[in-house]
């Protein structure tokens, strides 16, 4: 019995898991994240994070504080490429959100 019991909690947790990976935002449908991860890469923003709050800088990024959908993550990626002149094309700073969604701060 008790076997049992733990076999259909398995199951459901795998179904939630299924769930969760088609549970990407609409803005995040198109991006290339294989693209999104070189571009963090190459544009060093872990090494500038990290200087700031320690380990592999992904301290900083706080899903539950003020990006707190899928459209301002993208816009505070946005805001970083200006300022800091990153010359990132559109379609790149949504693949950057959306990588940073995937491993952060997964908005549905
Ligand atoms: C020169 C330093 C520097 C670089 C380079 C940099 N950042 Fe940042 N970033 C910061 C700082 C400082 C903050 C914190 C700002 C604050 O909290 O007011 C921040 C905050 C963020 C946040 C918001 C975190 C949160 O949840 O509040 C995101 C998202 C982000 N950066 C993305 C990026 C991406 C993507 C790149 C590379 C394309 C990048 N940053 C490059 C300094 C940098």
Redesign the pocket.
């Known amino acids: 019995m008790k076997t049992i019991r733990m076999l259909s909690l398995s199951a459901l947790q795998g179904l939630a898991l299924l769930g969760a990976a088609h549970a990407e935002p609409a803005i995040f449908k198109d991006a290339d994240l294989a693209l999104g991860q070189k ?2 890469a ?8 990290a ?3 320690g380990g592999d800088g992904s301290g ?4 539950a ?3 707190s959908t899928a459209g301002l ?1 993208r816009g ?2 946005e ?3 200006t300022e ?1 002149g ?1 010359g ?1 094309f559109p379609e790149e ?1 949504t693949s ?2 959306a ?2 969604n995937r491993d ?2 997964k908005h549905k």
């Open positions: 571009l963090i190459q544009n060093r923003c872990s090494e500038c994070h200087q700031r709050v900083i990024y706080r899903p504080g003020r990006i993550l505070m990626v805001q970083c490429n800091l990153l990132l700073v950057i959100a990588v940073l952060h701060y």
